[in-house]
């Protein structure tokens, strides 16, 4: 029988990679998000590419959005053994002492309550497949922190304390927990929403990076951690592109 995965945030960036690589993996996918326009597309697409899919209106820092999900994944056509928490993003690159309390509860919400709502609604699920997995796309900013970053890092690093308090607490059941962290990812999204559309901000960000991330490199770390037989639990996977060495060293041509 297909296996089911769920993945939020699926309406762009990383997630709909991963839910395209999913597919094509074999899983049927749930992709969640509040986008509905887009995920249909996304779903058309996978299905062209000879997968299935099914989309799923979700808004992750909703109770009953997010019970809804848990609905649409009981009636899904198979097991559900894999669940992405990726939905999440950052606000602002503000310094502590003048972050917008409101960027910082955003960011709170979705990021790390979103994931544990999700991950509370599917974990029967999951368990009762018997070999599920719970991945939390967290950050190289769920470990160390960056001027201007504090909001982002705090939500991460509590994304992080979700995956390894969850690990903890899971042993002994057949679920595994799964972190990725990736560095600097150019995803068309993420920048313009951490800088309030501004585009030439957003681009910035990767001013002289002649190659970052892109969504695919994550999805292909998820993908890989999530198709290792079971009872291989890659506990975190960092990723970055070569040219960060650290948040602080990055190599920019020309610069
Ligand atoms: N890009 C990077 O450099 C980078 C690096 C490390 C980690 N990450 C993490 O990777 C994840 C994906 O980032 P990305 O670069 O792919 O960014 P993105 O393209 O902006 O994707 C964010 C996704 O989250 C969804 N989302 C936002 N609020 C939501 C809500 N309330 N309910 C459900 N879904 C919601 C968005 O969909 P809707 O708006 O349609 O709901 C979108 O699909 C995030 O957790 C991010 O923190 C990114």
Partial sequence: MTSVAIVTGASSGIGAATARRLAAEGFHVL????????LAGLVKEIEAAGGTATAVACDVTSDESVAELAAAAQAAPGPVTLLV???GGARGLDPVESGAIGD???MYDVNV????RATQALLPALEASGAG?????????GFTVYEGGGGYAAAKHAQTAIAGTLRLELCGRPVRVIEIDPGMVRTD????????????KAAATYAGVSEPLVAE?????????ATRPHH????RLVVRPLAQAAQHKVHRVGQ
Wanted: charged share 20%; aromatic share 10%; hydrophobic share 50%.
């Fill in 85 to 87: 928490n990726n939905a």
């Fill in 104 to 106: 910082w509860q955003w």
């Fill in 113 to 116: 309550l979103g994931t544990l």
């Fill in 31 to 38: 992709a969640a998000a509040r986008r509905t326009d887009r």
């Fill in 189 to 200: 999204e993420f920048g313009l929403v951490r800088f309030g559309g501004n585009a030439d």
């Fill in 133 to 141: 997995t719970i991945v939390i796309v967290s950050s190289t900013a």
């Fill in 232 to 235: 291989v639990n890659v506990d």
């Fill in 217 to 225: 490199d994550v999805a292909d770390c998820i993908a890989w951690c």
